[in-house]
């Protein structure tokens, strides 16, 4: 494949869960873009196969794993599986989530478990079996965790997401110090309103819904799910060698706030404040 002379992952080897469809399988994409070999690995083998069919077409190399996140003995035969197809693994990105907007008063102990086990237990059930092997390896490496910026501001109806993607910043805050003896460097991105199918179904399906979710992005559109994967791929690469513990955020300034005093800026001719 192409391989970009600044930021290459020529060599290298990494995981993506999640990478079936959307962010985690454009994420797929860009990593053999620069030159490493890729698994992705989720619950549905159709889609994982088709992604691992796609890199092979653009002459990278994948495979495909079906796994659970939420289900330590399965990521550990995939990353197993991993390292045996391709001799080393290199760094991981957790991107497996779950998510669907309820009040928390209408949460059932269900829906709080199964976000919970998706994104907080799988991201730690796949990053303590791909950095214990890169640490046996004696070998340094990346992981890259996609969270949401309401981690931080949280948001409603999301109490459940909010607190598992939460517990992934702290988590990957503490590893960043604990692991950083061996080379390993955890971050973290926060994308906004990306567009993909899940997201699309998940929390904008109605029109109206869409565009009040637009609306709320300062830059007036959604991101596109390869942006992401190619900022993933920068904090993965040598040019991110000295970044580690961090939230890179790509959100379209959308955590930053919404106007709260004055006439409403670009929704007409009013002046901006009052002069004194």
Known sequence: MEENAVESLAGRAYVVTGGGTGIGAATALRLAELGASVTVLGRRRDPLEAVAAEVGRRGGDALACPADVRDPAAVEEGVEAALDRFGRIDGLVNNAAGNFVTPA????????????????NGSWNCTSAVARRMIDAGRPGSIVSVIATYAWTGHPGTVHSAAAKAGVVSMTRTLAVEWARYGIRLNCIAPGPTETEGAGSALWAAPEERERVLSSVPLRRF??????????????????????????????GQSLGRQIYG???????????TRR
């Open 223 to 252: 991101a596109g799910a390869p942006e992401i994967g190619d900022l993933t791929g920068f904090l993965l690469s040598d040019r991110a060698g000295y970044v580690t513990g961090a939230i890179l955020t790509a959100d379209g």
């Open 263 to 273: 006439p409403p800026i670009g929704e007409g001719s009013g002046a901006a404040g």
């Open 105 to 120: 008063e209408r949460l059932s102990p269900n829906g709080w478990r199964a976000v919970v086990d998706i994104v907080l």
